[in-house]
């Protein structure tokens, strides 16, 4: 006899007889209820998640909502597995967007996704995401000391990255390719191999940058090219300056670039431990880090937040800048087509370490609060900010406010020399006739991000960054 789970009542094992589904454990009627109890938890969880920021209270009214339609928790959240997944999604996007991570914010996306019960294996991407937010604030995972036996630190040194490389040797007829591991701490960068070893210290990187090259690579007696990944290090000596392919040149890029900008003093270093500390502190230097326009508004989302997380404690390092000279945040305006919002938050996040430094301010259409008439938002920042990227797609073009009104007021702007205009090409289209076509784009030789000549979309976001970066500098330079 087969019991059901829900009603309890036995059924015969005849199963031409038997209205028991055994996968589910349930009658016949008793299944048809929980699917439509399952619905109406969806649909719950989808009107609780659009409003606000999603709390404990959100989630024990959902619990009372199972419990009171006799579902199980676990399988009603398990049915709502995609839809967690696009709020976690969403909430991380407007963490980027909103200035630099935080251990609070860190905290509530964390807590958020243990309340939704989403495992870490269902969400990589968004944690690798968080990864590089921390890494870019200084931030970095320390790779345990069972990994480093034969390799000798100082006493106060600490591995940040050690993953395995080939350093690809240049010399004046061809290439040695040098088998060995790469070493990241907080005092120097090493090669190791077993011909030798190079340490590069952090003041002596001029550059760093994801690379793609081709080599040729022998399978029996043929030679055939392969493409690989890797970094290519620039130094202001020859020794150790090239390609050194590695397995994940972002992560690598990440750490060594904020090392290099903590060690010539570019950069703010977060350390955080799980002492007690009074949140109000931490509150404080947040706003002190945002601008007068966006700290009104900030307040009270982070008066919300702060209810759900533990306190943290943050230091932050001076830094000397008694020669240099005061520079001001240049602000970013993003046109784009609505279509293309997710290209969009994988710029952001690239261009996020320029916004952490403080030296631009991001802005689009997506920041207008609610009440605010947004035709007087949109043309306000069009009219005020230094820098405007036109995320060209087919959309974008076919759209009358993006293309008819936001370019051409832009390219009003560009022409009297008080801002500058730069296309970034998405999708692929016929941009060229267009009235910006005259516009040196991005990113290199006007590739579309979304084609297949790049990598992955990461390396060609990169290579807008690298471009938007360069022209920030020049700005800032002219001050």
């Given amino acids: 006899m087969a019991v059901c789970r829900r009603c309890g009542i036995e059924f015969s094992n005849f199963s031409w007889l038997n209205p028991f589904s055994a996968q589910k454990g349930r009658c016949k009627n008793c299944e048809k209820a929980t699917q439509q109890a399952l619905i109406g938890f969806r649909e719950t969880f989808l009107h609780l998640s659009s409003v606000g920021i999603f709390t404990p209270q959100k989630m024990q009214h959902l619990k009372e909502k199972a419990a009171y339609d006799h579902i199980e928790l676990d399988e009603a959240l ?3 597995r995609k839809d967690a997944l696009s709020l976690l999604d969403r909430v991380l996007n407007a963490i980027i967007a909103q200035g630099p991570l935080t251990d609070q914010l860190e905290s509530y996306f964390r807590q958020l996704q243990l309340m939704l019960s989403v495992l870490d294996t ?3 991407y968004l944690l690798r995401q968080i990864m590089f937010l921390n890494v870019y604030r200084g931030k970095f995972p320390v790779v345990s000391q069972e990994w480093m036996q034969d390799i000798r630190l100082a006493p106060d040194e600490t591995c940040y990255l050690l993953t395995s490389a080939q350093y690809h040797k240049v010399n004046k007829t061809s290439t040695k390719l040098i088998p060995g591991r790469l070493v990241a701490t907080n005092k120097k960068l090493r090669f190791l191999s077993e011909t030798g070893g190079i340490e590069i210290f952090w003041n002596s990187v001029m550059s760093i940058k994801k690379q793609t090259k ?3 690579k ?3 007696s043929s030679e055939l090219p392969v493409l690989v990944s890797g970094i290519y290090l620039e130094l202001n000596k020859r020794t150790g300056s090239g390609f050194y392919s590695v397995s994940d040149p972002e992560m690598a890029v990440a750490i060594i670039d904020t090392l290099v900008r903590i060690a010539k003093g570019q950069i703010l270093r977060v350390d955080t431990d799980n002492g007690s500390s009074n949140p109000r502190q931490l509150q404080q230097h947040v706003n002190s880090l945002e601008s007068e326009s966006e700290r009104g508004s900030k307040q009270s989302e982070e008066a919300g937040k702060v209810l759900l997380r533990e306190p943290v404690k943050t230091h932050v390092a001076e830094l000397d800048t008694s020669n240099t000279k005061p520079q001001r945040t240049i602000e970013v305006f993003y046109s784009y087509a609505h279509e293309d919002e997710k290209l969009r938050n994988k710029l952001e996040m690239q261009l996020s370490l320029l916004r952490q430094q403080g030296h631009i301010t991001n802005w689009h259409d997506r920041k207008i609060n609610p009440g605010k008439e947004w035709a007087n938002e949109i043309n306000e920042h069009l009219n ?4 405007i ?3 060209v797609s087919p ?4 759209s009358d406010y993006c293309y008819g009104i936001e370019m051409k007021r832009a390219l009003e702007r560009h022409e009297a020399g008080n801002a500058k205009v730069i296309p970034i090409i998405l999708r692929k289209v016929h941009w060229q006739g267009a009235l910006f076509g005259k516009l040196q ?5 006007a590739k579309p991000v979304t084609s297949r000549g790049w990598y992955n979309q990461d390396e060609a976001f990169f290579n807008v960054a690298e471009g938007i970066r360069k022209i920030v500098e020049e700005i800032r330079n002219q001050i």
């Fill in 384 to 387: 005020t900010a230094e820098i």
């Fill in 441 to 445: 784009a991005l990113p290199t030789d």
């Fill in 389 to 391: 990227l036109l995320l």
């Fill in 78 to 80: 398990e049915f709502i």
């Fill in 122 to 124: 269902e969400a990589p």
């Fill in 214 to 216: 081709t080599i040729k």
């Fill in 395 to 398: 959309d974008f073009l076919a």
């Fill in 218 to 220: 022998k399978y029996g």
